[in-house]
Antibody, heavy 118, light 107 residues
Framework: EIQLQESGPGLVKPSQSLSLTCSVTGYTITSGYDWSWIRKFPGNKMEWMGYISYSGSTNYNPSLKSRISITRDTSKNQFFLQLNSVTTEDTATYYC???????????WGQGVMVTVSS | EIVLTQSPTTIAASPGEKVTITCRASSSVSYMYWYQQKSGASPKLWIYDTSKLASGVPNRFSGSGSGTSYSLTINTMETEDAATYYCQQWSSTPPMTFGGGTKLELK
């Protein structure tokens, strides 16, 4: 069974960097698919942040392009999100997810709530 | 960026009632995807390729549409269907975008 699990701090100070890890079990991230980060803001708005593909290429939401980095550690079957210069508007639940070639998300992590506050 | 607008934002339905949620895209898309999310849980893929039901989805659900107008329909509402539903598209031009969500409540 494929499972994704996010981990990372639940509280980040403004202007600092938000760093999250997604650990994947049941599937090797270099075998296929695009490994994505998606966030859901208070009030229900959902935003795709970006992905790292099975080959290691990345694709980011243009609205975040200057602040975001998605990397991976293939030896641990993990991928990572770094979002720089956070503000209170980055407060959200962050999900890691697997995106199919056809454009839909077929597996989601449980989500981790991150609050940006001093 | 393709903007997806869902309507209604909130809807209340009684068991047995027919429910339709619409999703309009700012530009034409090839397919629409739908997710169900219940409180405290992750979203679940519900409908893919506009009209195909994901594994385990009851056949009282259906999806339809083309171009810029899509819909999710529940033929007869059941209590377990109360949730928030999101539409989503992935065009050749990134990014992937989501609709604002429709909260379906039990009347």
């Amino acid at each position: 069974e494929i499972q994704l699990q996010e981990s990372g701090p639940g509280l980040v100070k403004p202007s600092q960097s938000l760093s999250l890890t997604c650990s994947v079990t049941g599937y090797t991230i270099t075998s296929g698919y695009d490994w994505s980060w998606i966030r859901k803001f208070p009030g229900n708005k959902m935003e795709w942040m970006g992905y790292i593909s099975y080959s290691g290429s990345t694709n980011y939401n243009p609205s975040l392009k200057s602040r975001i980095s998605i990397t991976r550690d293939t030896s641990k079957n993990q991928f990572f999100l770094q979002l720089n210069s956070v503000t209170t508007e980055d407060t959200a639940t962050y999900y890691c997810a697997r995106a199919s070639y056809y454009g839909y998300i077929d597996y989601w992590g449980q989500g981790v709530m991150v609050t940006v506050s001093s | 960026e393709i903007v997806l607008t869902q309507s209604p934002t909130t809807i209340a339905a009684s068991p047995g009632e027919k429910v339709t949620i619409t999703c309009r895209a700012s530009s034409s898309v090839s397919y629409m995807y739908w997710y169900q999310q219940k409180s405290g849980a992750s979203p679940k893929l519900w409908i893919y390729d506009t009209s195909k039901l994901a594994s385990g989805v009851p056949n009282r659900f259906s999806g339809s549409g083309s171009g810029t107008s899509y819909s999710l329909t529940i033929n007869t509402m059941e209590t377990e269907d109360a949730a928030t539903y999101y539409c989503q598209q992935w065009s050749s031009t990134p990014p992937m975008t989501f609709g604002g969500g429709t909260k379906l409540e039990l009347k």
